[in-house]
């Protein structure tokens, strides 16, 4: 099982701030890498997949890097709405696994 | 548009059994491998199992094998989650998800989830 590692666990940042996420791979996944943002009672939004590609109606301060072991997700300027917890999930093998998530905390 | 509808979950006790069930519309439901996710109270996600588009091949996580079955019926657009031996730790939110696209096995497309809770 690819096991996925997220860091930090917790973020607090100012809106207009950049906010920076790190998730690793226990083992190359390729670009096989899906981000996602999850608020208190709503299912999971896709924001990034294939590392690096935003699913629609993504606005453009979301992006995403990395392949192999080590990706990012990165918000240019964080916004009042994007507080919540962000996973990673690889989809290259079976099991597909999920990172533990990052909490995003508005200062 | 897509829509992923969950049910059967409820209360139930250790070593007992539940089927929770989903219905996809919206899109052509026999082209699209499905799977279930699920999420303990306060954690994180645990990708749980799929069923592949025509309903043959399936995958389970660890925490599952052997236990859970997943299958698909493409004539009334549905996916069930059978659940045996349930334990404790099995307690969550139970999301019904779609591949994105076909052998893309992210998810853009979630059900509502449905609660199971296991417990004496």
């Known amino acids: 099982e690819i096991v996925m590692t997220q860091s930090p666990a917790t973020l607090s940042v100012s809106p207009g701030e950049r906010a920076t996420f790190s998730c690793r791979a226990s083992?190359?996944?390729?670009?096989?890498l899906a981000w996602y943002q999850q608020k208190p009672g709503q299912a999971p939004r896709l924001l990034i997949y294939?590392?690096?590609t935003r699913a629609t109606g993504v606005p453009d301060r979301f992006s995403g890097s990395g392949s192999g072991t080590e990706f990012t997700l990165t918000i240019s300027s964080l916004q009042s709405d994007d507080f919540g917890v962000y996973y990673c999930q690889q989809h290259n093998a079976w099991p597909l696994t999920f990172g533990g998530g990052t909490q995003v905390d508005i200062k | 548009q897509v829509q992923l509808l969950e049910s059967g979950g409820g209360v139930v006790q250790p070593g007992g059994s539940l089927r929770l069930s989903c219905e996809g519309s919206g899109f052509t439901f026999s082209g699209y491998s499905m799977h279930w996710v699920r999420q303990a109270p306060g954690k994180g996600l645990e990708w749980v199992t799929v069923?592949?588009?025509?309903?043959?091949?399936?995958y389970y996580g660890d925490s599952v094998r052997g236990r859970f079955t997943s299958s698909k019926d493409n004539f009334s657009n549905m996916v069930y989650l059978e659940m045996n031996n349930l334990r404790p730790e099995d307690t969550g939110v139970y999301y019904c998800v779609r591949e994105y696209t076909i052998n893309n096995w992210f998810f853009e497309n979630w059900g509502q989830g449905t609660l199971v809770t296991v417990s004496s």
């Open positions: 083992q190359s996944v390729s670009t096989k």
């Open positions: 294939g590392a690096s």
């Open positions: 069923v592949s588009f025509e309903g043959v091949v399936k």
